[in-house]
Protein backbone atom coordinates (compact mmCIF):
# COMPACT_ATOMS: atom_id res chain seq x y z
CA UNK A 1 0.00 0.00 0.00
CA UNK A 2 2.65 2.45 0.81
CA UNK A 3 4.64 1.77 -2.77
CA UNK A 4 1.20 3.56 -4.17
CA UNK A 5 0.99 6.51 -2.18
CA UNK A 6 3.37 8.78 -3.83
CA UNK A 7 1.01 8.36 -6.99
CA UNK A 8 -2.18 8.13 -4.79
CA UNK A 9 -1.60 11.96 -3.74
CA UNK A 10 -0.80 13.29 -6.82
CA UNK A 11 -4.31 11.34 -8.71
CA UNK A 12 -5.94 12.72 -5.44
CA UNK A 13 -5.17 16.40 -6.09
CA UNK A 14 -5.86 16.38 -10.07
CA UNK A 15 -9.27 14.29 -8.94
CA UNK A 16 -9.94 17.04 -6.50
CA UNK A 17 -8.98 19.75 -8.94
CA UNK A 18 -11.06 18.32 -11.43
CA UNK A 19 -14.07 18.43 -9.39
CA UNK A 20 -13.36 22.20 -8.19
CA UNK A 21 -13.16 23.51 -11.86
CA UNK A 22 -16.55 21.73 -12.39
CA UNK A 23 -18.42 22.80 -9.81
CA UNK A 24 -17.34 26.58 -10.68
CA UNK A 25 -17.84 26.23 -14.04
CA UNK A 26 -21.64 25.15 -13.13
CA UNK A 27 -21.69 28.22 -11.07
CA UNK A 28 -20.71 30.47 -13.73
CA UNK A 29 -23.40 28.91 -16.24
CA UNK A 30 -26.49 29.25 -13.71
CA UNK A 31 -24.83 32.48 -12.51
CA UNK A 32 -25.51 33.95 -16.71
CA UNK A 33 -27.67 31.26 -17.90
CA UNK A 34 -31.34 33.18 -18.86
CA UNK A 35 -33.81 31.59 -17.28
CA UNK A 36 -37.49 31.58 -18.11
CA UNK A 37 -39.92 31.79 -15.29
CA UNK A 38 -43.60 31.32 -14.55
CA UNK A 39 -45.03 33.34 -10.86
CA UNK A 40 -48.61 32.75 -10.06
CA UNK A 41 -50.01 34.69 -7.11
CA UNK A 42 -53.92 34.14 -5.63
CA UNK A 43 -54.06 37.18 -3.61
CA UNK A 44 -57.39 37.77 -1.91
CA UNK A 45 -58.54 41.26 -0.78
CA UNK A 46 -61.51 40.21 1.39
CA UNK A 47 -63.14 43.64 2.09
CA UNK A 48 -62.60 45.32 -1.02
CA UNK A 49 -64.40 45.00 -4.71
CA UNK A 50 -63.21 44.79 -8.07
CA UNK A 51 -63.98 48.06 -8.83
CA UNK A 52 -61.21 48.96 -6.00
CA UNK A 53 -58.39 47.02 -6.90
CA UNK A 54 -58.82 47.49 -10.43
CA UNK A 55 -58.56 51.14 -10.18
CA UNK A 56 -55.26 50.66 -8.43
CA UNK A 57 -54.22 48.14 -11.10
CA UNK A 58 -54.96 50.44 -14.00
CA UNK A 59 -54.18 54.23 -12.57
CA UNK A 60 -50.53 54.32 -13.06
CA UNK A 61 -49.71 57.81 -12.77
CA UNK A 62 -50.64 57.34 -9.14
CA UNK A 63 -48.93 54.39 -9.05
CA UNK A 64 -45.81 56.67 -6.89
CA UNK A 65 -48.27 57.59 -4.20
CA UNK A 66 -48.54 54.13 -2.64
CA UNK A 67 -45.50 51.89 -4.55
CA UNK A 68 -42.00 53.13 -3.36
CA UNK A 69 -40.62 51.01 -5.86
CA UNK A 70 -41.69 54.27 -8.41
CA UNK A 71 -40.31 57.89 -8.30
CA UNK A 72 -42.35 58.90 -11.18
CA UNK A 73 -44.96 56.80 -13.81
CA UNK A 74 -45.38 59.06 -16.94
CA UNK A 75 -47.90 58.12 -19.86
CA UNK A 76 -45.90 57.75 -23.49
CA UNK A 77 -47.94 58.28 -26.85
CA UNK A 78 -50.52 54.98 -26.96
CA UNK A 79 -49.02 52.33 -29.48
CA UNK A 80 -51.18 50.79 -32.07
CA UNK A 81 -54.48 52.34 -29.37
CA UNK A 82 -52.61 50.57 -26.06
CA UNK A 83 -51.97 52.82 -23.33
CA UNK A 84 -47.26 52.84 -22.69
CA UNK A 85 -46.20 53.75 -19.38
CA UNK A 86 -42.72 54.85 -18.37
CA UNK A 87 -41.91 53.27 -14.60
CA UNK A 88 -38.72 55.69 -13.09
CA UNK A 89 -36.94 54.13 -9.72
CA UNK A 90 -37.20 57.01 -6.74
CA UNK A 91 -33.77 58.41 -8.12
CA UNK A 92 -34.20 58.23 -12.16
CA UNK A 93 -31.51 55.10 -12.08
CA UNK A 94 -34.24 52.66 -13.44
CA UNK A 95 -36.49 53.24 -15.48
CA UNK A 96 -38.68 50.89 -17.81
CA UNK A 97 -41.66 51.28 -20.14
CA UNK A 98 -44.91 48.66 -19.84
CA UNK A 99 -47.68 48.23 -22.78
CA UNK A 100 -50.83 47.29 -21.95
CA UNK A 101 -51.90 44.46 -24.22
CA UNK A 102 -55.52 43.61 -22.78
CA UNK A 103 -58.25 45.19 -20.68
CA UNK A 104 -61.64 44.02 -19.22
CA UNK A 105 -62.45 46.33 -16.43
CA UNK A 106 -62.97 44.54 -13.22
CA UNK A 107 -61.94 41.64 -14.88
CA UNK A 108 -58.72 40.92 -16.74
CA UNK A 109 -55.55 43.24 -17.42
CA UNK A 110 -52.51 41.92 -19.11
CA UNK A 111 -49.38 44.55 -19.58
CA UNK A 112 -46.25 43.80 -21.56
CA UNK A 113 -42.62 45.01 -21.03
CA UNK A 114 -41.61 47.37 -24.59
CA UNK A 115 -37.68 46.19 -25.39
CA UNK A 116 -37.95 49.08 -28.05
CA UNK A 117 -35.99 52.05 -26.69
CA UNK A 118 -35.16 50.29 -23.72
CA UNK A 119 -31.12 49.94 -22.46
CA UNK A 120 -30.81 46.22 -24.28
CA UNK A 121 -28.17 45.15 -20.95
CA UNK A 122 -31.42 44.88 -18.62
CA UNK A 123 -31.41 41.56 -17.52
CA UNK A 124 -34.88 40.82 -17.50
CA UNK A 125 -38.41 40.88 -18.99
CA UNK A 126 -41.71 40.12 -18.81
CA UNK A 127 -45.35 39.62 -19.30
CA UNK A 128 -47.85 40.35 -16.51
CA UNK A 129 -51.52 39.52 -16.27
CA UNK A 130 -54.04 39.99 -13.48
CA UNK A 131 -57.38 38.27 -13.40
CA UNK A 132 -59.77 39.41 -10.90
CA UNK A 133 -62.98 37.36 -10.10
CA UNK A 134 -65.50 38.76 -7.12
CA UNK A 135 -64.60 36.87 -3.69
CA UNK A 136 -67.65 37.42 -1.33
CA UNK A 137 -67.61 40.81 -0.41
CA UNK A 138 -63.74 41.33 -1.70
CA UNK A 139 -61.90 40.77 -4.74
CA UNK A 140 -59.46 37.03 -5.45
CA UNK A 141 -56.75 38.30 -8.01
CA UNK A 142 -54.86 35.86 -9.90
CA UNK A 143 -51.12 37.14 -10.92
CA UNK A 144 -48.85 35.71 -13.31
CA UNK A 145 -45.64 36.71 -14.27
CA UNK A 146 -44.25 35.14 -17.59
CA UNK A 147 -40.61 36.62 -17.73
CA UNK A 148 -37.09 35.94 -17.91
CA UNK A 149 -34.17 36.91 -16.24
CA UNK A 150 -30.25 36.84 -17.09
CA UNK A 151 -26.91 37.94 -15.33
CA UNK A 152 -25.22 37.34 -12.10
CA UNK A 153 -26.85 40.18 -9.99
CA UNK A 154 -30.59 38.68 -10.77
CA UNK A 155 -28.89 35.42 -10.11
CA UNK A 156 -27.68 36.45 -6.58
CA UNK A 157 -30.67 38.63 -5.95
CA UNK A 158 -33.66 35.91 -7.12
CA UNK A 159 -31.99 32.87 -5.86
CA UNK A 160 -29.82 34.01 -3.04
CA UNK A 161 -31.21 36.23 -1.43
CA UNK A 162 -34.79 36.80 -2.17
CA UNK A 163 -37.55 34.62 -4.38
CA UNK A 164 -38.44 35.42 -7.89
CA UNK A 165 -41.69 36.05 -6.37
CA UNK A 166 -40.80 38.72 -3.53
CA UNK A 167 -41.48 41.95 -6.20
CA UNK A 168 -45.28 40.34 -6.96
CA UNK A 169 -45.95 39.61 -2.89
CA UNK A 170 -44.29 42.95 -2.43
CA UNK A 171 -46.60 44.58 -5.04
CA UNK A 172 -50.16 42.59 -3.66
CA UNK A 173 -48.82 43.50 -0.05
CA UNK A 174 -48.83 47.43 -1.14
CA UNK A 175 -52.36 47.23 -2.91
CA UNK A 176 -53.53 45.78 0.12
CA UNK A 177 -52.29 48.95 2.19
CA UNK A 178 -53.66 51.17 -0.02
CA UNK A 179 -56.67 49.44 -0.27
CA UNK A 180 -56.43 49.03 3.65
CA UNK A 181 -57.54 45.52 3.47
CA UNK A 182 -54.55 42.57 4.30
CA UNK A 183 -54.04 40.69 1.61
CA UNK A 184 -54.08 36.72 1.49
CA UNK A 185 -51.44 35.69 -0.79
CA UNK A 186 -50.86 31.91 -1.79
CA UNK A 187 -48.05 31.49 -4.07
CA UNK A 188 -48.82 28.55 -6.47
CA UNK A 189 -45.90 28.96 -8.81
CA UNK A 190 -42.45 30.45 -8.60
CA UNK A 191 -39.94 28.60 -10.79
Do not use: C
Not at 35 to 54: F, G, M
Not at 59 to 88: N, Y
Amino acid sequence: MRRFAPIARPIARVVLLAVAIAGLATIVFLAFARRDHTIELIVTYPKSPPSAVWRLLTDHASEPKWLPAFGSVVRQPDIAGREVWTHSSPDRAFNFTVMTLSAIPEQRYERLLLRDGQPRNQPWDGRWIYELQPAGAGTRMTITEYGWTDGFLFFIQQRVLSSPDAFLQFYARRIGRELNDEAEIQVVRSH
